[in-house]
Every structure is written in structure tokens, then in C-alpha cells.
Nanobody
């Protein structure tokens, strides 16, 4: 069974840091583009960061504050979030798509999703 499981969300004050993890099972992890999306209340889900092998993409509002990485040996992807802002509050989802499903920095084609983890930043 293909599965992605996020962890690491929580409540943090503005300016603080969190690290999200996404562990995969049931797929050949190294053959997939990986991404973090988020959805805030009343807003559409947006692509936050993505990674293909060592190439990375960041949405403009998080560039310089967030770092995406992957450890293929552990079937795990990470999102290090620093200098968190109130507007980063959202449910964060990890997602995967095969390399053959298009460019990793485009939101389309991500077909495997985790259940989401809540990140709340207090102002």
C-alpha cells in the first residue's frame, strides 16, 4: 500500500522554527518528485516547495526561510521552516509524483498525498 505520513506540525510563535517530515512506504521513493503543499482556511491549496533529486523549487513567500530536503535511504522528505510568520499558518501536505509526470515545480500531477499536518503560527 502506497502511503505518505507527515509529522512535525504544531504551534509556534512568530519567528520560530519547525521541521516537518514526510515518510513514504510502498513506492520506490528515489523515482519520485516530492513536494510540500499547504492550505490555509478559506484559501486554495498552494505549492510551497518541491524537490527532484537535488533540484529544488520554492514559492516566493517562503524562499530564504524554508528548506526542502530528502533522504532516499530513509524514504523521508523534510521541510525546515525558519522565521515563521502568522501567514504560514495552514495544513501542510506532502505529495509525490513519478518523474514521468511532469516538471517537479509544477503543481499538476501530484497523485500521492499525505493526510496533512497542522502548522499554527501565533502572532
Amino acid at each position: 500500500q502506497v502511503q505518505l505520513v507527515e509529522s512535525g506540525g504544531g504551534l509556534v510563535q512568530a519567528g520560530g522554527s519547525l521541521r516537518l517530515s514526510c515518510t513514504a512506504s510502498g513506492l520506490t521513493f528515489s523515482n519520485y518528485n516530492l513536494a510540500w503543499f499547504r492550505q490555509a482556511p478559506g484559501k486554495e491549496r498552494e505549492l510551497v516547495a518541491a524537490i527532484r533529486r537535488s533540484s529544488t523549487y520554492y514559492e516566493e513567500s517562503v524562499r530564504g526561510r524554508f528548506t526542502i530536503s530528502r533522504d532516499n535511504a530513509k524514504n523521508t522528505m523534510y521541510l525546515q521552516m525558519n522565521s515563521l510568520k502568522y501567514e504560514d499558518t495552514a495544513i501542510y501536505y506532502c505529495a509525490a509524483k513519478p518523474f514521468s509526470s511532469g516538471n517537479y515545480y509544477l503543481p499538476g500531477g501530484y497523485v500521492i498525498w499525505g493526510q496533512g499536518t497542522q502548522v499554527t503560527v501565533s502572532s
